[in-house]
């Protein structure tokens, strides 16, 4: 009897803390739901195929937007400008690590199919800072690729998070 007092409580105490954190807006990374009129969008840029727009078109497809890059939609996501740049590392002697930094910034806007800016030009960066051992060249380690692809995945999420806010369709 009292060892299903204990399992009953146990549960009880589960249960309470997967509601409360629901309750306060949790929810697990990549399970963000968009509101129904970003559900088919056009996804407007300079570089179509490239790296960080992949990256944006399968993260919107999967969570159920439909992405297109030449039929009008209701809704437009221009992509205005992808950059990468760093801090120049520190200049220190041939036995001491380099520290890098670098930067990724995307600019964008979305506006409706009357041309009304929904969200105005906007930057969103990520960062990355990589240590590289005395003797080691940056490029040999394959740390900036990996650091690269995080980047554009981070931004990618911050750019659906603000396409998620509740004042976006008031």
Known sequence: MRHRLIR???LI?????ILSSAGCGFHLRG????PPQLHYLQLLS???YGDFETTLRNSLTLIGVNVTRCN???VTLH??????YNDVPTIGGSNQARIYV???AVTFEVYDDQHRQMIPPQTVTATRTIIVNAGTALESTGQLSISIHDMQVETSHMIINMLNAPAMFR
């Open 72 to 74: 009008p939609a209701p």
């Open 102 to 104: 670098y930067y990724y």
């Open 13 to 17: 105490t589960a249960i309470f803390f």
């Open 79 to 84: 992509i205005m400008s992808v950059a990468l």
């Open 46 to 48: 300079g570089s179509p």
């Open 31 to 34: 399970q963000h739901v968009l």
């Open 8 to 10: 009953f409580i146990g």
